[in-house]
């Protein structure tokens, strides 16, 4: 298991200084926020993405009917 270049064994050392460091108590509510960050960041990502992709869409067609007007 390989998650972002980071191993099992450097994983489980993370969570475990995240353990010591935050304690059992606040552990959970860091995770979420976490969590609910990544999450926006990936919605704004396929946010971004979809905007380009249209805009390319939109550029390509205007250049096929800038083609057509000069045939």
Do not use: H, W, Y
Request: proline share 4%; no cysteine; glycine share 10%.
């Amino acid at each position: 298991m390989n998650i972002f270049g980071v191993g099992l064994p450097e994983i489980a050392v993370i969570a475990g200084l995240a353990l010591v460091i935050f304690g059992p108590k606040r552990l959970p509510e860091l995770g979420r926020t976490i969590g609910k960050t990544l999450k926006g960041l990936q919605s704004a990502s396929s946010e971004f993405e979809r905007e380009i992709k249209n805009a390319m869409t939109e550029d390509e067609s205007s250049n096929e009917n800038i083609l057509d007007k000069e045939s």
